[in-house]
């Protein structure tokens, strides 16, 4: 299991990327609100994010107890700046399988988050016992997040085309796949 780790951003910042706790929902809500109000790139708008603290509490908690499932923060000066979770499928038959999703606060964007918080999760994924397949959806206009995500590993596995309506304009909508076929596993 991953405890903590710091690292550092590309403009030389401590950057702690740790599991979530608890204690984080208030911060984290405010977080997701903060990058939903402005993004071009996540299917959500902020007002359709209606999570209490109390229910992020009982989202980070659900997160924590599965065990194919994690939720890390990035964190800078004690203040969250990003956040990836896996959601780990509960059907017996996809156990091994789960969706992973990202976001990084928009001032911290472009500086290497989005890169240690997979890094972590690529740790904790080739650790897992249950898990094989952890997969995304991309919009296809996130060339960064593309790269990022081929970079790491995640390979293209699926289109729909037109897919996303962001601002009258059709995007289309990758699946990416990361497998994780350890011989332990095997």
């Excluded at 209490?52 to 065990?67: G, Q, R, W, Y």
Aim: glycine letters at 6%; one cysteine or more.
């Amino acid at each position: 299991m991953i405890l903590k780790t710091t690292c550092k951003s590309k403009n030389g910042h401590d950057i702690i990327i740790r599991p979530a706790e608890s204690k984080d929902a208030e911060s984290l809500l405010k977080l997701k609100l903060q990058y939903l109000r402005n993004t071009k790139t996540i299917p959500l708008f902020e007002d359709e994010y209606k999570n209490s603290v109390k229910e992020e509490t009982a989202l980070i908690d659900m997160l924590l107890k599965e065990k194919n499932s994690c939720l890390f923060v990035a964190e800078n000066e004690g203040q969250l700046i990003g956040n990836l979770d896996i959601k780990g499928n509960q059907r017996r038959k996809l156990i091994h399988t789960g969706m992973l999703g990202m976001g990084v606060a928009e001032k911290w964007q472009g500086l290497g988050i989005g890169s240690l918080l997979i890094r972590e999760a690529i740790k904790w994924i080739d650790e897992n016992e249950l898990l094989e397949i952890v997969w995304l959806e991309v919009y296809d206009s996130n060339y960064p997040a593309k790269i990022l995500y081929r970079k790491m590993g995640f390979q293209e596995c699926g289109r729909i085309k037109e897919f996303f309506k962001e601002n009258g304009q059709l995007i289309d909508n990758i699946s990416m796949v990361y497998h994780s076929y350890q011989s332990s596993k095997l």
